[in-house]
């Protein structure tokens, strides 16, 4: 049976992601934050020492303008790129939604034809719970997905907050907020390609989300940040111990669901 892929952001020093790569983390994203000062030494050796470590690196960089995304490719060279445009999934806004999908369905095809060994992450904004659009939003959702897979290699699903609270602008994530697990259900179920689970993830609930929702993958950053004395998350600084615990509970939900399928297929054996 699969173990399911751990993925942890936002690491931007080769010595964290070092440690990370021992305890056990599959993907590890780093962050260009200044689309006028992209280039980072740090950030190149992280993604280095990713690839040296034997892990997947990941780059998400906050930039509209496909020219600077291509560039701080090439100078990166990540295996993966993760685009976390927003794109609402709310009936009032589908309209400038469409208008977007154009550019971005053309920015991954271009991503493709000149990065041919790169894969695309895209960002899937949903609601927390509580939504009183819950069908209608599903469905713009699930629409999305079926215009991006042809272009895109993974899914990630992420918590999308209301307007103005949105923590980087324009973009979706790290809220440390859960999103609405029913609707990402319905994505994971109807993606044709893998799909990673983020949005307020920690130790304490992503036994729960593994064996409910059973995504290819789980991604954590805000929650498993180091906290400064008034308890705040840090960005960019990991506690050791809190990746330690989630990667645990994600292993313990694998096993529970290896001994499940065993359990069931004993069963069914019993029958035949």
């Not at 806004?93 to 095809?109: E, G, K, M, N, Q």
């Amino acid at each position: 049976m699969r173990k399911t892929v751990i993925q942890i952001y936002e690491v931007q020093r080769p010595k964290e992601a070092l440690a990370l790569i021992e305890l056990g983390v599959d993907h590890i994203g780093s962050v260009l934050t200044d689309p006028a000062r992209w280039k980072s030494a740090s950030v190149r050796k992280t993604i280095e020492a990713v690839r040296a470590g034997g892990a997947k690196s990941i780059l998400i960089p906050l930039m509209k303008d496909p020219a600077a995304i291509f560039a701080a490719l090439d100078y990166y060279e990540p295996d993966c790129v993760h685009l976390c445009d927003v794109l609402s999934p709310y009936p009032k806004d589908r309209p400038t939604v469409a208008r977007d999908f154009d550019a971005l369905s053309s920015l991954h095809i271009d991503l493709k034809d000149r990065f041919p060994r790169l894969d695309i992450m895209r960002s899937l904004g949903v609601p927390r719970p509580g939504s009183d659009e819950v069908a209608a939003v599903t469905k713009n959702i699930l629409d999305d997905v079926a215009r991006f897979a042809p272009v895109t290699d993974f899914f990630l699903i992420d918590t999308l907050a209301s307007g103005p609270t949105q923590p980087v602008a324009g973009f979706v994530g790290i809220t440390g907020e859960t999103c609405d697990w029913t609707i990402a259900r319905a994505v994971i179920d109807r993606s044709p390609i893998p799909v990673i689970l983020a949005g307020g993830l920690a130790a304490d609930n992503v036994c729960d989300a593994v064996v409910g929702l059973r995504p290819a993958g789980v991604d954590s950053c805000t929650r498993t940040n180091a906290c400064d004395r008034n308890g705040r998350p840090v960005r960019f600084r990991k506690d050791l111990g809190k990746v330690r615990r989630f990667i645990a509970e994600v292993r313990r939900a694998d096993d529970f669901l290896e001994g499940a399928a065993g359990d069931a297929s004993s069963v069914n054996g019993k029958r035949a």
